[in-house]
């Protein structure tokens, strides 16, 4: 369960023509809106890595088309992929997008650094402390803060509430932190006003998670969002400096969660 505590609203310019949503309630919404959401079909550090390679700029649908064709025809194992040729490899990559040569050398650096230094079973850095399994998840392509912290906590282990682009853009939007050019400030914005209210069971961060992420894609647009179809829009601040004609009038200062 998300802890209902009250929110932390730092931008908020007009409090008196907004409810106040609780990170709870927000998600409660978002829940109630998109329904329970799956995690990835990944299981373990090791296939989440190649899932966050699997594609470049493309749908989740076709990340997960990748993923498991290369699962199908090849395992999804190191040493599977460290010695599959780029005849069954390549094929497989160009589903995925753009330079599908770079994928492939991704793959194998993968498939090689995990038969290296973690003696095939990437598994092993779950027993380690947070800050040590995430250095070593970094060590990947791709994988960066955020990227680890959310492998980190779909293998169960958490740090807080990693935000990938779209879910940073909704809070930022809800109010939790300015918005600025310089995205690292702006996260690190977010994490501490929200650092305080998040769940501890890491089940109820992966929805949150997983939610805010869908919200952002489907209609908390980063051009254009469809605030008038938000179940978020009564309690956000850039739907009152930007949309505030189709807001309906305000209630009470404090919604409850449904
Ligand atoms: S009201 Fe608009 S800006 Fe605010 S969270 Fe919803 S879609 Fe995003």
Redesign the pocket.
């Known amino acids: 369960m998300l802890r209902d505590l009250s929110p932390l609203r730092v931008v908020n310019q007009n409090p008196e023509s907004l409810q106040v949503l609780t990170l709870s309630t927000t998600i409660s919404r978002l829940k109630q809106h998109y329904g329970h959401l799956g995690p990835p079909p990944a299981r373990g550090p090791f296939a989440l890595v190649m899932w966050e390679n699997a594609c470049y700029l493309l749908p989740d649908e076709r990340r997960r088309e990748v993923f498991e064709a290369l699962e199908k025809k090849v395992g999804m194992k190191p040493a599977a992929i460290a010695r599959a040729p780029d005849s069954t490899l390549l094929p497989l990559a160009q589903r995925g997008g753009m330079r599908p040569e770079t994928r492939v050398f991704r793959w194998r650096e993968i498939a090689r650094i995990t038969l290296q230094q973690f003696n095939g079973d990437l598994n092993t850095i779950l027993t380690r402390p947070y800050a040590e399994a995430k250095k070593a998840l970094k060590q990947f392509p791709n994988i960066g803060e955020p990227g680890a912290d959310k492998i980190l906590l779909f293998c169960g282990m958490s740090s807080g509430l990693p935000l990938e682009s779209n879910g940073l853009r909704?809070l930022v939007?809800?109010g939790w932190a300015r918005a600025q050019k310089d995205y690292g400030r702006m996260y690190r914005d977010v994490q501490q006003n929200i650092a305080s209210v998040l769940p501890h069971n890491p089940e109820a961060l992966q929805q949150a998670f997983l939610l805010l992420r869908e919200?952002g894609r489907v209609?908390?647009k980063d051009k254009n969002?469809?605030?008038n179809?938000?179940?978020?829009?009564e309690g956000?601040?850039?739907?009152a400096k930007?949309?505030a004609t189709f807001l309906p009038p305000p209630r009470s200062k404090t919604l409850s969660s449904p």
């Open positions: 909704v939007r809800l919200h209609l908390c969002p469809h605030c179809l938000c179940p978020l829009a956000c601040d850039y739907a930007t949309a």
